[in-house]
């Protein structure tokens, strides 16, 4: 099955940093509300989309979280002549924002541009340093009482990229987590018949720590999880074979585990077996640094759930753009889709 790259496309493009994620969130709503036996926005704003299982007297609950924000800026100061400082909403790459464009949403959207101080004026010193985030200001190429009129403090900033195929791959700004957003749709779209309650939850402010995921857990109270969310991909030029986690092209990437989560070794197992039954091309992630939604929604129901994660291997995370190959991500909705269908064919309780 080919996939809808004109969503997959509209998804990552659109705007929604974390706290602010009205336009991804009314993109979402348009696209699930159909599928879905239910739908609602809670009070932070996650979209919470309910598929009603048919074989379920226990009332088993499924949650999957896919966070809709995207790492960006929020302003903090304007100059009289129009430079804009800013400060950071997720966490980012500062030597990839060199004379990188960026839209600010104000009054109305604005294009600017990352600007810094020229290499021809910098010291010897200077030159040798990797940049900070400090550095950086951004020029909209205007008077500043011009932008006064458009642009107040505390308004977002955005990267602006738009989505490219490349060779077997997509190339765009906030493929994390814009393609997990997608993968859910599409995998809600498939999904025929499910024996447990599946919520598909939209989640906001995964970037500044889960916190949509959260209190969405501590709602829905599931008794399994999954997250859905990119991973690194380190099968560049001069990596070591240890240091990859995961390659593009090896298929979707099963979580063991990473800095906020270890996934029960029970999903891992169902995981890999629904892999193998369905021929889809998988491969193990072990990652030692960051966090996903998987740890809130392992942890912050009332008994805990069983939880795991589905990643999608992605090159040049948090940079100003990110890459991910098209058969990883069908071979991801595959995944998720035999998951949720077979959920009660496991036997859960062996320890």
């Known amino acids: 099955m080919s996939l809808n790259i004109e969503l997959l496309k509209k998804t990552c493009e659109i705007a929604g940093v974390p706290g602010y994620e009205e336009r991804i969130r009314n993109l979402v709503i348009r696209e699930v509300e159909p599928l879905v036996d239910s739908l ?5 704003g996650s979209v919470i989309a309910l598929k009603k299982g048919s074989n379920n007297p226990d009332g088993k609950r499924v949650m999957v979280a896919a966070h809709m924000d995207e790492i960006g800026f ?3 100061h304007i100059d009289d002549n129009g430079f804009l400082r800013f400060h950071t909403l997720g966490g980012f790459d500062p030597k990839t924002l060199t004379a990188q464009r960026v839209v600010v949403h104000g009054k109305k959207d604005l294009v600017g541009v990352m600007g810094s101080k020229p290499i021809h004026v910098m010291t010897a010193e200077e030159r040798t340093k990797n940049p900070k985030i400090t550095d950086y ?6 008077k500043g009482e ?3 009129e458009i642009v107040r403090i505390g308004d977002v900033v955005t990267r602006e990229r738009a989505m490219i195929e490349m060779g077997n791959c997509v190339n765009c700004k906030s493929i994390d987590n814009r393609v997990s957003v997608f993968i859910l749709i599409e995998t809600l779209r498939r999904l025929e018949k499910v024996p447990y309650d599946v919520y598909g939850v939209f989640t906001v402010q995964e970037e500044v720590g889960l916190r949509g995921a959260n209190v969405a857990a501590h709602s829905i109270n599931p008794d399994f999880g999954i997250g859905l969310d990119t991973t690194i991909a380190f099968d560049l030029p001069g990596a070591q074979p240890h240091e990859k986690i995961t390659s593009l092209g090896e298929g979707t990437a099963i979580k063991v585990m990473d800095a906020s989560a ?3 070794y029970r999903m891992v197992d169902f995981m890999k077996k629904m892999a193998d039954q369905h021929q889809i091309k ?3 992630e072990v990652l030692t640094a960051g966090g996903t939604d998987t740890a809130g929604v392992q942890r912050m129901g009332k008994q805990g759930a069983i939880a795991g994660a589905i990643s999608v291997p ?3 995370l ?3 753009i990110e890459m991910a190959d098209k058969d990883d991500i069908e071979s991801s909705i595959r995944l998720l889709e035999a998951c949720l269908e077979n959920m009660d064919q496991y036997d859960w309780m062996h320890w």
């Open 318 to 320: 948090h940079q100003v």
């Open 314 to 316: 992605t090159r040049h």
């Open 282 to 284: 998988w491969q193990l």
């Open 137 to 142: 200001f951004i020029d909209l190429g205007m």
């Open 262 to 264: 270890i996934c029960d």
């Open 146 to 148: 011009e932008v006064k």
């Open 40 to 44: 609602e926005v809670d009070n932070m």
């Open 74 to 76: 929020i302003v903090t």
